[in-house]
């Protein structure tokens, strides 16, 4: 349902941009998140954005990362940009997706794609 894709290696400073699109029969998308998870830590959420286009950040990232969408093909992003050591982790996207008129959002989480920030 959800494929995320976009991560990699990159240096202290740079920038990557994650891609989450949503397949399958769908009526409505409600909420898109990114999450991650560091080595020994807890999975953390990043940022969201509702479906009206609200975003809301970590404080760790502000003004670092911008969550965007693009309804017509089901897809969030995430531009990193600044990208530090501490940024390097596995990355999930979420989505709480209806699958038909008056039905009940279900979440759905991608694979998860691989950030590493090398100093």
């Known amino acids: 349902q959800l494929q995320a894709s976009g991560g990699g290696l990159v240096q202290a400073g740079g920038s990557l941009r994650l891609s989450c699109a949503a397949s399958?029969?769908?009526?409505?998308?409600?909420?898109m998140g990114w999450y991650r998870q560091a080595p020994g830590k807890q999975r953390e959420l990043v940022a969201e954005i509702t479906s009206g286009g609200r975003s809301d950040y970590i404080d760790s990232v502000e003004g670092r990362f911008t969550i965007s969408r693009d309804a017509a093909k089901n897809t969030a992003y995430l531009q990193m940009d600044s990208l530090k050591v501490v940024d390097t982790a596995v990355y999930y996207c979420?989505?709480?997706?209806?699958?038909?008129?008056?039905?009940?959002?279900?979440?759905?989480w991608g694979q998860g794609t691989l950030v590493t920030v090398s100093s």
């Open positions: 979420n989505a709480d997706v209806i699958h038909f008129s008056g039905g009940y959002p279900h979440r759905y």
């Open positions: 399958g029969t769908i009526f409505q998308i409600d909420a």
